[in-house]
């Protein structure tokens, strides 16, 4: 099993770069931390978890601030279910500052 995310700004098109990004478990146990890349992805996130429901909270506050860009939503929280842990999981994130959308990448 292995797990990646890939931000991108809705608003310029391009990849959001310096986002940190955080994984927890469902007892809310931090897991690993990151920062988007210079594609705006974490390719490897995590590559040992087991079935259940895990959480991103990826930082929009840092990164809109960054940018000197007033945002609505200071961070994003997507929770997941992994239900096979022989599969990559991606969850994609699309942001702007008043809105985001997210669903189950390949």
């Known amino acids: 099993m292995s797990l990646s995310t890939h931000v991108l700004d809705a608003v310029s098109g391009t990849p959001a770069v310096g986002v940190?990004?955080?994984?927890?478990?469902s007892a809310s146990n931090v897991l690993t931390t990151a920062v988007t890349d210079g594609d705006?992805?974490?390719?490897?996130?995590?590559?040992?978890?087991?079935?259940?429901?895990?959480r991103l909270?990826?930082?929009t506050a840092g990164y809109f601030a960054a940018a000197r860009v007033p945002a609505f939503y200071p961070e994003v929280v997507i929770a997941f279910e992994i239900t096979d842990p022989a599969t990559h999981y991606h969850v994609p994130l699309l942001l702007s500052p008043y809105a985001y959308s997210t669903y189950r990448g390949s």
């Not at 940190?20 to 478990?25: F, H, S």
Request: hydrophobic residues 35%.
């Open 20 to 25: 940190a990004v955080t994984l927890t478990d």
């Open 40 to 54: 705006g992805r974490v390719k490897d996130l995590a590559d040992h978890l087991g079935p259940g429901t895990y």
């Open 57 to 59: 909270t990826f930082d």
